[in-house]
């Protein structure tokens, strides 16, 4: 059975990134999706792994032969996902994990109407500004940067099929993992098995 | 939180009877959906638990008063699900499961368009069809009967949410109990918390 293609978007720190390689380490079902930039590397970012770095033409190319699922513009870089990528791990059975912002996320939703999206939320709007305050590496500038790109995305959070509070890593992540499994019980996910049944059965 | 609906159906013989019964055995989540019919108790079926018996002109009455969720007829006897104990069940949080033949599902899947809907499978048919014949309690024309009822659902499998293969019991009924609890997960499950983080994220 191919892989699911799975969205991961939610409010800037919310704890989608652990979520995520917490997901990773732990089941063998998944593969992250490594996105395209044409930004510079930055200090011991790997290419391959980190993104795939390229340049504005080779970016450009690809978005002609539409090798990209989604795109979008930050900062004047491009980023996207590669086509290519997620469909060999898909193929391979994994279910691949796409980082994606608001935006990218309703591309892909439209162009893949099968995805399955959750949005991650902090449980508490206080507890997830204290939180983003005390890490203490941004200037308060930046974190009401974040406060308001919070604010436009929380109007396309009923576009998503799941909605999940991390409030505690390995709650989330268990139904993280148990939303995904069962998305692979779906009827649209059991095509194959419906048809041999159904053959069986009216062959008796 | 109220509880989910949820409709249970399946090949005869599937086993669905033992799953529905393992649910509600292992967890408190969930309640089972007393059925209301016109036929007479058999030796040993307690009113109220196994199902609501009720004379013809009752079970008339309440079809009038919309009462039902869904009715049909076999053999003669009305057979239908009481609104108010399936409501109540749900206002009390609890996770109702409804045991239902598929014509009787579908009505519900039309006016619940919320519904979470299983149909429970064999593996394998040939394996299905000897379980059938090796009870040894039913003749080969009622084990015929119960085929050829079958060979007729089986056009409507990919009208439900999920298909469950009841391969081993244990298995089952936790991938069932899993795709339950992420339900309540989807995002139409949680507009409260949505509005609730919304709110408090526009409000900083």
């Known amino acids: 059975m191919d892989g699911l293609l799975i969205i991961l978007s939610g409010f800037s720190g919310a704890g989608k990134g652990t979520l995520l390689k917490k997901l990773l380490t732990d089941y063998d079902d998944y593969a992250f999706s490594v996105s395209m930039t044409t930004r510079s590397p930055r200090p011991g970012e ?15 190319e690809t978005i002609k032969k539409d090798g990209l699922i ?12 590669p086509r290519d990528y997620v469909y060999d791990r898909l193929k391979e059975g994994k279910s691949v994990l796409l980082d994606i912002e608001v935006q990218g996320a309703l591309q892909v939703m439209e162009k893949y109407p099968e995805v399955v999206s959750v949005f991650i939320c902090p449980p508490d709007a206080k507890v997830w500004l204290e939180r983003l305050r005390n890490r203490g590496t941004e200037t308060e500038e930046v974190i009401m940067r974040r406060v308001n790109q919070a604010k436009r995305e929380a109007d396309f959070i009923d576009r998503y099929d799941y909605v999940l509070i991390n409030d ?3 709650t989330a992540a268990a139904k993280l993992h148990g939303l995904i499994q069962a998305r692979r019980l779906a009827t649209s996910n059991q095509t194959a098995f419906i048809e041999k049944i159904t053959k069986e059965i009216k062959n008796i």
């Open 46 to 60: 790997v290419d391959g792994k980190d993104y795939f770095f390229v340049t504005r033409e080779q970016f450009e």
């Open 70 to 81: 989604e795109h979008a513009t930050y900062c004047d870089n491009y980023y996207g996902t």
């Open 168 to 170: 505690d890593l390995e």
